[in-house]
C-alpha cells in the first residue's frame, strides 16, 4: 500500500511534464485550414461599457478526429465549451469583454489551433 501511495504522485507528474506547454497568446492566431471568429452581438441597450455576448464561429480543414475545446485567456485556461464537429458555432452568455481571448485546444493532442480576441462592441449611430 505505501508503494502505490508513492507511485500515484509520481504518476502524476510524469503525466503533467508531457503536456503541453500553457499558450498564452499575445496575438490572434490560427494554424492553417483553421478558422475561428468571434462576433459580439446586438444587445436591446447597447452599451460598450457592460458585458455582450458574443457568436464563436470556427471551421477546420482536413482534421482526421475533430474534438476541440474553446478554453478563456490561455490553452489552460477556464474550458467554455466542447465541440466534435469540424465547423460550427456557439453563442455565449453576456459576459464577454474586449480582449478576453479565446483560444480553441485540440482536446487529442492539446494543440492550440487558433486565438483569437473579442473585438469591441460597436454600437449603432443613434
Do not use: H
Not at 500515484?8 to 490572434?28: D, I, K, R
Not at 490553452?75 to 466534435?84: E, F, K, T
Not at 483560444?103 to 489551433?113: A, F
Amino acid at each position: 500500500m505505501r508503494i502505490a501511495s508513492l507511485c500515484l504522485p509520481a504518476v502524476a507528474l510524469l503525466l503533467a511534464a508531457c503536456s503541453p506547454a500553457e499558450f498564452v497568446p499575445e496575438a490572434p492566431m490560427a494554424l492553417d485550414g483553421v478558422s475561428l471568429e468571434i462576433r459580439p452581438l446586438p444587445q436591446e441597450a447597447c452599451d460598450p461599457a457592460r458585458p455582450f455576448a458574443v457568436r464563436v464561429s470556427w471551421a477546420v480543414q482536413d482534421w482526421p478526429d475533430p474534438k476541440f475545446d474553446f478554453r478563456l485567456d490561455s490553452s489552460r485556461g477556464q474550458l467554455w465549451a466542447r465541440a466534435n464537429e469540424a465547423s460550427g458555432q456557439q453563442v455565449s452568455d453576456p459576459w464577454a469583454v474586449p480582449g478576453k481571448w479565446f483560444v480553441m485546444v485540440d482536446r487529442n493532442t492539446g494543440v492550440v489551433m487558433a486565438a483569437q480576441a473579442v473585438p469591441p462592441l460597436e454600437c449603432p449611430p443613434g
